[in-house]
């Protein structure tokens, strides 16, 4: 049997706490369904976090989205303007769809009131605008970008995720696929 090392477990808590919350929500997630979950005893979760609250703070601030956020996406630059966004769009997209149980809880308990997560969502929104302004400025070069473009694109990024987060990946996928043409032949109509 092996010895799990401590920071091995930690990260263990908090990305089964992140699926429990995802599920049912922070309300019904209990410290004792997250030990059993984990196979530890509730002790060894005080441990680490010495409250549900702390341990909401961790699954949310855990998630590295700077980074992903600070690199251009893989795009194919020598593609026409209105496939480049299409690309960049099924990219973003992609990217979301492998976050699906932080979707749901930030989107859960942002309708349920909680503040830190409301605010975590405005952080995490606010640097994805960012990062869509920069990339948009670095991958369409040859395209007017009025300063509004990015809101544009991130409401339309976030209202199409979410209407079809709901579906099994394959399904929100191919309709993500179908939106992403629409949106690029929308905002960049020659």
Not at 18 to 29: I, K, P, R, S, T
Not at 76 to 97: G, T, V
Request: net charge negative; aromatic share 8%.
């Amino acid at each position: 049997m092996s010895v799990i090392e401590p920071t091995d477990q930690r990260t263990r808590i908090i990305d089964a706490a992140l699926h429990l919350m995802a599920e049912g929500g922070v309300h019904a997630m209990s410290m004792r369904k997250l030990a059993a979950a984990c196979e530890l005893n509730v002790a060894t979760l005080y441990h680490y976090f010495p409250s549900k609250a702390d341990l909401l703070d961790q699954v949310v601030a855990e998630q590295d989205y700077a980074s992903l956020l600070a690199d251009v996406p893989p795009v194919d630059r020598s593609l026409a303007p209105q496939p480049r966004l299409a690309a960049l769009l099924r990219w973003i997209w992609s990217q979301m769809a492998g976050q699906d149980d932080m979707w749901r809880l930030l989107l859960g308990e942002s309708l349920r009131g909680d503040v830190a997560v409301m605010g975590s969502a405005a952080h995490l929104s606010a640097l994805f605008e960012d990062a869509l302004d920069s990339w948009m400025a670095d991958l369409f070069p040859d395209v007017d970008q009025p300063p509004a473009l990015a809101r544009v694109l991130r409401g339309s990024i976030y209202g199409f995720f979410i209407e079809y987060l709901p579906l099994a990946f394959e399904d929100r996928m191919r309709f993500l696929s179908q939106r992403a043409d629409e949106v690029a032949e929308v905002l960049l109509h020659p």
